[in-house]
């Protein structure tokens, strides 16, 4: 039915910059029959897929490198510095961690041997958050490495069982040796020990055995053939024990350098009375020693009525709350960082045609704008944790209400390049039914 109204239509134009000035004057160009809006509907979605196949692949086999590792820092530096705006205060990791080691972390940095790092720290200034991040994501990753070859080392003896008593007392021996290498690794605080309850006792138990037979000393409680096979029963229970325990701790491990891994972010949104006391305290012995008469009598009074309130505490319960600040700790992990999503976003522009040019500037322009509107989401995030804590609200807001609109995100800025930059004469237009 006619109703004289005027209706929108989009007038979806070719790509400019791929006209020439013979196709810009023939009555059709052969992109707009059909059968070409086919193909390249077509070849869109062929190219979009591929991009973004590889791109994810590619973002998930760069997870705990060095650039990756440097992007996730730049995110929880960046949310930070916002949440700071925000609230009370707001850090990334805690460089206190390490306080005293800074001469040998730095020298695990840059791959010093265990024998040529120092001990302790020599004047050394401490560690920035940037150096304390890297410093755990090495262990995380050495750690990985450590078990991996671990469980390769307590594989089962292969050929068969020696049958000459020296030979035996000799495999024995590299099994044993296989063990123990096994359950030892390197940890943030030197060499630590990684291995299931009781091993510790069986360990001790076939060392002190294995070494009576390697000196020729005859038991007491049974023969040499029946100890040597209680020790070769034990070992192989032993060494398969260790491989479950270690194939365990490596999925483990697995899951927190692809999944779990991320710098830390401290914030605080509202201080308790105890820390702000703590400040106002400070900040009043710092503007004596300046000499500020006037700032000094208001912190006197603000260290009076912070005081006062601490004391109105009818119960420690009550002191408790009151002192109790409003924080939430978390970590910007490889999903926070959005890189998938701007794999999506990279793989929609690489995949339609336009220019070179105009490709290259929606990646500078809309990567950083989903940069920022990841930063907004993660402060958003960090103010319901903080409030509300990591419950059924954190939950909703993070699985199901930030992915939706930052889906929404992606794809806005993305028509926005296509209509402001690519198709700049693709306009509305009235046409009168």
């Not at 891994?261 to 006391?277: D, F, I, N, R």
């Amino acid at each position: 039915m006619n109703t004289g109204l005027a209706a929108l239509e989009y007038n979806s134009l070719p790509d400019p910059s791929s006209q020439t000035d013979d196709a810009a004057s023939s009555p059709a160009s052969p992109r707009d029959t059909p059968a070409g809006r086919r193909r390249g509907a077509v070849s869109f979605v062929v190219v979009f897929l591929g991009a973004t196949v590889a791109l994810l692949v590619l973002a998930r086999y760069t997870v705990n490198t060095p650039f990756v590792n440097w992007y996730l820092f730049q995110v929880a530096r960046s949310t930070s510095w916002a949440l700071g705006l925000i609230g009370e205060s707001s850090t990334v990791e805690d460089p206190r961690m390490y306080a005293g080691r800074e001469e040998s972390v730095r020298a695990e940095l840059v791959g010093a041997a265990p024998t040529e790092r120092p001990h302790g720290a020599k004047g050394q200034p401490p560690l920035t958050a940037y150096e304390v991040w890297i410093y755990r994501s090495f262990v995380l990753k050495r750690q990985y490495e450590q078990t991996r070859a671990a469980i390769q080392e307590t594989r089962p003896r292969e050929g068969a069982i020696p049958a000459d008593e020296s030979q035996r007392i000799m495999a024995l021996r590299k099994d044993f040796d296989r063990l123990a290498a096994a359950t030892r690794q390197d940890g943030p605080a030197g060499r630590m020990q990684v291995m299931p309850p009781q091993m510790g006792d069986l360990l001790s138990t076939v060392e002190n055995a294995l070494r009576k037979l390697e000196n020729n000393a005859q038991p007491a409680e049974a023969s040499r053939d029946t100890l040597l096979a209680e020790l070769e029963a034990k070992l192989t229970g032993a060494l398969a024990q260790q491989n479950a325990f270690l194939r365990a701790r490596a999925a483990q491990l697995s899951m927190q350098v692809y999944e779990r891994h991320g710098p830390t972010v401290s914030y605080v949104a509202k201080a308790g009375l105890a820390a702000q006391l703590r400040l106002a305290e400070a900040e009043l012995a710092r503007t004596r020693q300046a000499s500020n008469g006037g700032r000094v009598e208001q912190l006197e009074a603000q260290v009076e009525t912070l005081k006062a309130k601490r004391a109105a505490a009818t119960s420690p319960a009550e002191l408790a709350i009151l002192d109790r600040d409003v924080r939430f700790h978390f970590n910007v992990v490889p999903d926070c960082g959005a890189l998938p999503s701007m794999a999506i976003f990279a793989a929609a522009i690489l995949a339609f045609p336009a220019g070179l040019w105009r490709k290259l500037a929606g990646m500078l322009v809309g990567i950083p704008a989903l940069y920022l509107i990841n930063v907004a989401r993660l402060a958003c995030l960090a103010v319901i944790g903080a409030y509300w804590g990591n419950g059924k609200e954190f939950e909703f807001a993070h699985e199901y209400v930030w992915q939706a609109v930052y889906i929404i995100f992606v794809v806005m800025v993305w028509l926005l390049w296509v209509e402001l930059l690519v198709r700049p004469g693709g306009v509305w237009r009235k046409k009168t039914a």
